[in-house]
Every structure is written in structure tokens, then in C-alpha cells.
């Protein structure tokens, strides 16, 4: 019903920045809730933030917030993650997702997410 599409990963440094993209397509009109997920090897997925249609409200985690940023252009179905000062925490497979369902604040990382992309590869070497 609805496909995710990331692309944009790839290997930095230390303090460099880099733009993640997610494209959704098939029934966009089901997608309210995009967000984005990390999980980096031998440890747990981890919320790293979300984008509400409704309000275009957004949420972020202490661990990423004042260094991401995500946005939204409607018209391209597409959600973007800007991520500054990256980190070599950083570093691990972000997951773009959407929900039919909208929220805002801290209930996001609990939302019922539905669809999935495949991940990108992020690696950020000290």
C-alpha cells in the first residue's frame, strides 16, 4: 500500500553533516506520522524523530536534538533528515516509517507504525 524508499547514507567524519531522504509512494493519502528510526549493531532501535501532517510539529530525543533536523515537502510525498555534528554514535542503519495514524510529542516513538523502508547505512568515523 505504501512504499518507503531511503537513500542519502554513506560514510563521514566526525562533526561533518548529511541529509537523509525518505520517498513515499502507492497510497501516500494513508501517511500521516513519518519518522525515523535508528538501530546501530547489538543494540535496540531507537526513535530519533517524527514529523506530524496535521501540524507539522515535530519531536526529538535529547540524544539527537539541537543536531537533526527533520522536514517534510508534501508535495513530493517525501521527508528529509538533516543531521549536523554527527557523531560516531551516531552511526548505525536509519529506518524511515510512516503511520496512518498523526501524533505529536512524546507519544510519537510509540505510534503504530505500518510501513517501513529498508534502511540506509550511516557510519560516522572519529
Known amino acids: 500500500q505504501v512504499q518507503l524508499v531511503e537513500s542519502g547514507g554513506g560514510l563521514v567524519q566526525a562533526g561533518d553533516s548529511l541529509r537523509l531522504s525518505c520517498a513515499a509512494s502507492?497510497?501516500?493519502?494513508?501517511?500521516?506520522?513519518m519518522a525515523w528510526f535508528r538501530q546501530a549493531p547489538g543494540k535496540e532501535r531507537e526513535f530519533v524523530t517524527v514529523?506530524?501532517?496535521?501540524?507539522?510539529?515535530?519531536y526529538y530525543p535529547d540524544s539527537v536534538k539541537g543536531r537533526f533536523t527533520i522536514t517534510r515537502d508534501n508535495a513530493k510525498n517525501t521527508v528529509y533528515l538533516q543531521m549536523d555534528s554527527l557523531k560516531p554514535e551516531d552511526t548505525a542503519v536509519y529506518y524511515c516509517?510512516?503511520?496512518?495514524?498523526?501524533?505529536?510529542?512524546?507519544?510519537?516513538?510509540?505510534?503504530?507504525?505500518?510501513?517501513w523502508g529498508q534502511g540506509t547505512q550511516v557510519t560516522v568515523s572519529s
Open positions: 514529523h506530524s501532517r496535521r501540524d507539522s510539529s515535530t
Open positions: 516509517a510512516a503511520s496512518p495514524q498523526d501524533c505529536r510529542g512524546s507519544v510519537c516513538p510509540y505510534l503504530i507504525y505500518d510501513y
Open positions: 502507492g497510497r501516500t493519502d494513508l501517511v500521516y506520522a
